[in-house]
């Protein structure tokens, strides 16, 4: 497991309306026989407790898995052109939700990559976001 730098941008279209979401982190990155694993925190607002996310990548660009814990639960999965229907936690409860997964690439090299995956949410049948995950990292150079 190697430490690294993280920049990750998250963006959302509802309807006409844009935003976009940016976080710069440490975390660390495996490497399995199929999969990227990347681990790293989401600190809160005190006194909430960080949120622990976890992003598997198979090499095969065929699917992702995004799970978050902490206070609200979640597990995201998304495949290339399927939808799959996900649990989402809010502090409401949950949501189940379509997840239709659109484009899934990876580049990794020995001290960087880049992994960017689309896909759409839908509530309910009818669609809520079209969304797009841009994640840089580098291997810490300590």
């Not at 990155?29 to 006194?47: S, V």
């Not at 896909?119 to 976001?129: E, Q, V």
Request: glycine share 6%.
């Amino acid at each position: 497991m190697n430490k690294i730098l993280l920049e990750i941008t998250g963006t959302q279209r509802i309807d006409k309306q844009k935003d976009k979401m940016e976080l710069t982190t440490v975390g660390t990155i495996e490497e399995t026989d199929d999969k990227y694993i990347i681990n790293y925190k989401e600190e809160q607002e005190p006194p909430a407790a960080p949120i622990v996310v976890r992003v598997a990548v198979r090499k095969d660009e065929k699917s992702i898995e995004m799970t978050r814990s902490g206070a609200f639960a979640s597990c995201l999965t998304i495949e290339k052109s399927k939808r799959n229907l996900c649990h989402y936690g809010t502090e409401y409860g949950d949501i189940l939700m379509g997840i239709s997964g659109h484009t899934i690439d990876c580049d990794y090299t020995e001290d960087k990559g880049q992994f960017i995956f689309s896909y759409d949410i839908d509530i309910n049948g009818a669609l809520a976001s079209r969304n797009e995950v841009k994640i840089n990292f580098r291997k810490n150079q300590e």
